[in-house]
């Protein structure tokens, strides 16, 4: 399951306004959603990693930073 293989984070897609879900007790987990398909909900995401860290970043076509996370590894 998601938990047991210590998920911090899921991404997905596909609906029609972005999300960000925190972690909470009953899903440690957070989870960030990308948003569309008109134009000015539409959004992407992308990540960047390395040894120390994973950053997520969520844009709006313009390129305009909406929502960004860090996770260290655990």
């Known amino acids: 399951s998601l938990v047991s293989w210590g ?9 029609h306004e972005d999300a960000w879900i925190p972690a909470n007790e009953a899903f ?9 398909p008109k134009p000015e909900a539409a959004r992407w995401i ?13 844009r709006d076509l313009d390129g305009k930073i909406v929502r960004e996370a860090v996770f260290k590894p655990a």
């Open 7 to 15: 998920v911090q984070v899921i991404l997905s897609g596909h609906t």
């Open 46 to 58: 992308e990540g960047t990693a390395d040894e120390s860290e994973l950053k997520l970043v969520m």
């Open 28 to 36: 440690p987990y957070a989870q960030m959603v990308s948003g569309g």
